[in-house]
């Protein structure tokens, strides 16, 4: 008896489609790791270098996931306190506060500020916060503070130097060069200081520094300066004789040292004459005392 024979031609077909893509998935793969392999290859760094920076990179963000738990779980806090604790209690805490670099400035004015953090543990000081509190003192230009292991907190001081004195209605008030207020001047502290005012004046200070710089004979002569109409200077020398110089910088400038000039050949300073205005230069009017009337000077000429 003849036996029928079924052929699975559906089967057939599948098992065919089922190794071709198996075999596009191993060329893709292969062609996959050929790409990785050729970037890899153009690093400039060997296998063994590739393997430890993958190594520190792996092990830096296990690190950073456990930092964020202990933070997220109050772990750290709860570790940092046991450490304070543990640092206090081998001695490492402050007893003693050092401070350095003061002349004006009260020492114990320092100490008012970093007395709180005696008998803390070092590791709980908080060095920059305590540095921002001692910059908010007028006399403090700038602040160090450190540790001194195992119980000294040292504060070193970098002070503001007084540069004038500003005058108010009925006081007078240290400034440095930026025009900064330091503390209210004793008589006997400005007595030999430029006084400076008007309104405005104080954010001159650093303006008025430059014209005086433009003819430094005269500048130790000069005992008060007043900001006129907040636009320009009248300048008062030792000898109480007053000199009114234009507005703007460069004009007030070269006023004063044609003025230098002037005075280094007819003795200006310590004459007769009590006041000079060269507003309208170059020519210079000139009051004496008892005179009705004011005598003029070219600045360009002898007179």
């Given at each position: 008896?003849?036996?029928?024979?079924?052929?699975?031609?559906?089967?057939?077909?599948?098992?065919?489609?089922?190794?071709?893509?198996?075999?596009?998935?191993?060329?893709?793969?292969?062609?996959?790791?050929?790409?990785?392999?050729?970037?890899?290859?153009?690093?400039?760094?060997?296998?063994?270098q590739?393997?430890?920076?993958?190594?520190?990179?792996?092990?830096?963000?296990?690190?950073?996931?456990?930092?964020?738990?202990?933070?997220?779980?109050?772990?750290?806090?709860?570790?940092?306190?046991?450490?304070?604790?543990?640092?206090?209690?081998?001695g490492?805490?402050?007893?003693?506060?050092?401070?350095?670099?003061?002349?004006?400035?009260?020492?114990?004015?320092?100490?008012?500020?970093?007395?709180?953090?005696?008998?803390?543990?070092?590791?709980?000081?908080d060095?920059?916060?305590?540095?921002?509190?001692?910059?908010?003192?007028?006399?403090?230009?700038?602040?160090?503070?450190?540790?001194?292991?195992?119980?000294?907190?040292?504060?070193?001081?970098?002070?503001?130097?007084p540069?004038?004195?500003?005058?108010?209605?009925?006081?007078?008030?240290?400034?440095?060069?930026?025009?900064?207020?330091?503390?209210?001047?004793?008589?006997?502290?400005?007595?030999?200081?430029?006084?400076?005012?008007?309104?405005?004046?104080?954010?001159?200070?650093?303006?008025?520094?430059?014209?005086?710089?433009?003819?430094?004979?005269?500048?130790?002569?000069?005992?008060?300066?007043?900001?006129?109409?907040?636009?320009?200077?009248?300048?008062?020398?030792?000898?109480?004789?007053?000199?009114?110089?234009?507005?703007?910088?460069?004009?007030?400038?070269?006023?004063?040292?044609?003025?230098?000039?002037?005075?280094?050949?007819?003795?200006?300073?310590?004459?007769?004459?009590?006041?000079?205005?060269?507003?309208?230069?170059?020519?210079?009017?000139?009051?004496?005392?008892?005179?009705?009337?004011?005598?003029?000077m070219?600045?360009?000429?002898d007179?």
């Amino acid at each position: 008896m003849a036996q029928k024979i079924s052929r699975n031609v559906k089967g057939v077909r599948r098992q065919a489609r089922a190794a071709d893509t198996s075999r596009r998935v191993r060329k893709a793969r292969g062609q996959g790791r050929s790409l990785l392999g050729s970037m890899l290859a153009a690093l400039p760094f060997s296998e063994s270098q590739l393997h430890k920076v993958f190594t520190v990179l792996i092990f830096a963000g296990v690190l950073a996931f456990a930092v964020f738990i202990a933070r997220v779980t109050g772990l750290a806090d709860f570790a940092e306190d046991r450490f304070a604790l543990a640092s206090a209690n081998a001695g490492f805490e402050v007893h003693h506060v050092e401070v350095r670099g003061t002349n004006h400035l009260s020492e114990m004015m320092v100490y008012e500020h970093a007395i709180g953090r005696r008998d803390l543990a070092m590791t709980r000081v908080d060095l920059e916060a305590l540095r921002q509190e001692l910059l908010t003192m007028p006399w403090v230009k700038d602040a160090r503070v450190s540790r001194q292991l195992p119980d000294v907190l040292v504060v070193d001081i970098v002070e503001r130097e007084p540069h004038a004195a500003l005058r108010r209605e009925d006081e007078l008030v240290l400034i440095d060069a930026t025009g900064v207020e330091l503390e209210e001047a004793a008589p006997d502290a400005s007595k030999d200081m430029l006084v400076i005012g008007g309104e405005g004046a104080q954010s001159q200070v650093a303006a008025l520094a430059s014209l005086l710089d433009a003819a430094p004979a005269l500048r130790q002569q000069v005992a008060e300066a007043d900001w006129i109409g907040n636009r320009r200077w009248d300048l008062t020398f030792s000898t109480g004789q007053r000199l009114s110089l234009p507005e703007g910088a460069d004009r007030s400038a070269a006023a004063l040292v044609a003025f230098a000039e002037a005075d280094g050949v007819h003795r200006l300073i310590g004459g007769e004459v009590v006041a000079f205005d060269l507003r309208n230069p170059p020519n210079m009017t000139m009051r004496v005392p008892g005179r009705a009337e004011t005598s003029e000077m070219s600045m360009g000429e002898d007179s």
